[in-house]
């Protein structure tokens, strides 16, 4: 078993050691989401049988990681004088591997909600649509746009033709603004929504989407990969931390250099 794989009694460990505020996790978190190359080169070079998937919450996982690196370097004179070549570089990289995973998981969780977007986009799509077409076949009937451009948007069917339509029904308006204005219940702000999403829906929809998906599907695929091998880095790291705090505190080790998924004292 890992020294970090703690059981679960040492889920509740309390920690003697100065808590390290919320305000100070997050800013290191937000501060540093671009993953350096070197740990991204290092992580991807770890064989598949040896990574571990992220199982506790990653601003636990950086919170004991960044008090048990400064209770080890804290000590480091001491440690050096107990151990033949210490490997003190593994303990002062250990939080910032954590920053890379918590990067690496935010980009993956980010590429997970893009078809949330997509699909609240195709829920406006045909209602929008009958709104504008609705508000043109009036105009029509009132004489104020040609029969032959309203015909034309009708023609055709399915989303794609449809995404096509809110774009031609947004042109339709705004090119007969003048005879329109006052007359019409459509405004400019819908005309701007039909284009907006009308556009957007095309690019996800035209056929080269299929292919789209997939690259965002992998990139997804590779971004979780990413994430749990610099997981792995931080597991490994954090067991050269601990075995270094061992050789100062013995048994009382947990308390000092706690594992990573002791929770955070309230």
């Known amino acids: 078993m890992r020294a970090t794989e703690a059981p679960n009694e040492a889920m509740e460990t309390p920690m003697a050691q100065k808590k390290i505020s919320p305000k100070e996790t997050s800013e290191a978190s937000d501060s540093l989401l671009t993953i350096p190359p070197t740990l991204a080169r290092e992580a991807r070079l770890l064989s598949d049988a040896s990574i571990d998937q992220v199982r506790i919450p990653l601003d ?37 591997i954590v920053d890379a995973t918590i990067g690496a998981s935010q980009n993956a969780k980010t590429t997970e909600a893009e ?35 309203v015909e034309a948007i009708r023609v055709g069917r399915g989303k794609l033709d449809a995404a096509d ?49 997939k690259a965002k599907d992998a990139g997804q695929v590779d971004a979780a990969d990413l994430r749990d091998r610099l997981y792995t880095m931080v597991l490994n790291a954090h ?22 998924g002791t929770r955070i004292a309230p």
Do not use: M
Request: hydrophobic share 45%.
């Open 115 to 149: 078809p949330t977007t997509f699909e609240a986009d195709l829920k406006l799509l045909f209602p929008l649509r009958k709104k504008l077409l609705s508000g043109a076949d009036a105009a029509e009937a009132a004489g104020l746009v040609p029969t032959k451009e």
């Open 60 to 96: 636990i996982v950086r919170h004991n990681a960044a008090i048990g690196a400064k209770a080890v370097l804290d000590n480091r004179e001491l440690i050096a004088s107990l151990l033949k070549k210490p490997n003190f570089k593994e303990v002062e990289r250990l939080v910032s």
């Open 239 to 260: 067991e050269v931390t601990w075995k270094l705090g061992a050789a100062v505190w013995g048994k009382s080790v947990d308390k000092h250099v706690p594992p990573l």
């Open 165 to 213: 339509d809110l774009i031609s029904l947004a042109s339709l308006f705004t090119k007969h603004k003048k005879k329109l204005e006052g007359k019409t219940a459509i405004t400019s702000a819908d005309l701007q929504e039909a284009k907006a999403l009308g556009l957007r829906l095309k690019a996800k929809l035209k056929p080269g989407a299929v292919k789209s998906k």
